[in-house]
C-alpha cells in the first residue's frame, strides 16, 4: 500500500464548478501538506502549503486537512478552464525526512 | 528570472551516451533534488542533497550520478544512457521547517 494515495482522474467538470481534489495517507507523522499544480510539459507549482490540521484559504482555493481521517482537500470554487492541470497532493514529517507525493489528479474544466 | 533553472530543456540522446542535466537556483536554499516524472507513475525520487557536503540517493538512483557544486547547482548525470532512462526530469529546492518544494521547468530527455 503507498503511503500516499491519490485518484489518478481524469476528473471532469463545467466551467462554474466546486471541484474537490482528495488525498489519504497512512503516516501519522506527517504534519506539512502541500498542494502542486503542473500544467502539461510544465513544472509543478506550489498551490498551498498548510502545516497540521484545519482550513487555508487563498483566492478561490482552499485547502483542508483532517489528521485524525489522514485525509487531506482542495477545493476549487468557480473553476475556470485555466485550472485545468494536474494537481499533486504532497506531505512531510518535517527535519530530515524526504517529502512524499501523492501520483497526481488530472483536472478537466470544460467552457 | 526564474528561481529554479534547468539545461537543456530537451535533449534527445543515444544508448550509451553520457549526459549531465544542471540545475541551478537563486532562492538560496540549501536543499536540492532531482526526479524523474513518467506517466502513472508520478514523481520519483533519483537523489537529494541537504547542503554542498551531503548527497543521499533517492528511491531510483541506479544509473545515475550527482555532483553538488556550490549550494546553487546540482547537476545529475547519465553515465551510459538506456531507453528506459527517457522521461521528465525535474530539479526542486527546498527550505525548512516544511520542505515546500520549488520545482524548475524540467528537461524532457529522449534517449533512443
Known amino acids: 500500500q503507498k503511503e500516499v494515495e491519490q485518484d489518478p482522474g481524469p476528473l471532469s467538470v463545467p466551467e462554474g464548478a466546486i471541484v474537490s481534489l482528495n488525498c489519504t495517507y497512512s503516516?501519522?507523522?506527517?504534519?506539512?501538506f502541500m498542494w502542486y499544480r503542473q500544467y502539461s510539459r510544465k513544472g509543478p507549482e506550489l498551490l498551498m502549503y498548510?502545516?497540521?490540521?484545519g482550513n487555508k484559504e487563498d483566492g478561490r482555493f482552499t485547502a483542508q486537512v483532517d489528521k485524525s481521517s489522514k485525509y487531506i482537500s482542495l477545493f476549487i470554487r468557480d473553476s475556470q478552464p485555466s485550472d485545468s492541470a494536474t494537481y499533486l497532493c504532497?506531505?512531510?514529517?518535517?527535519?530530515?525526512?524526504?517529502?512524499?507525493f501523492g501520483t497526481g489528479t488530472k483536472l478537466q474544466v470544460i467552457p | 528570472d526564474a528561481d529554479v533553472t534547468q539545461t537543456p530543456r530537451n535533449r534527445i540522446t543515444k544508448t550509451g551516451k553520457r549526459i549531465m542535466l544542471e540545475c541551478s537556483q537563486t532562492?538560496?536554499?540549501?536543499?536540492m533534488y532531482w526526479y524523474r516524472q513518467d506517466p502513472g507513475l508520478g514523481l520519483r525520487l533519483i537523489y537529494y542533497?541537504?547542503?554542498?557536503?551531503?548527497?543521499n540517493k533517492g528511491e531510483i538512483s541506479d544509473g545515475y550520478s550527482v555532483s553538488r557544486q556550490a549550494q546553487a547547482k546540482f547537476s545529475l548525470s547519465l553515465e551510459s544512457a538506456i531507453p528506459n532512462q527517457t522521461a521528465l526530469y525535474f530539479c526542486?529546492?527546498?527550505?525548512?521547517?516544511?520542505?515546500?518544494?520549488?520545482f524548475g521547468p524540467g528537461t524532457r530527455l529522449t534517449v533512443t
Open positions: 503516516n501519522s507523522a506527517f504534519q506539512y
Open positions: 504532497a506531505m512531510n514529517s518535517g527535519g530530515y525526512q524526504k517529502v512524499t
Open positions: 498548510t502545516y497540521s490540521s
Open positions: 542533497s541537504f547542503d554542498v557536503k551531503d548527497i
Open positions: 526542486a529546492t527546498s527550505d525548512l521547517p516544511g520542505d515546500e518544494q520549488y
Open positions: 532562492k538560496g536554499h540549501d536543499r
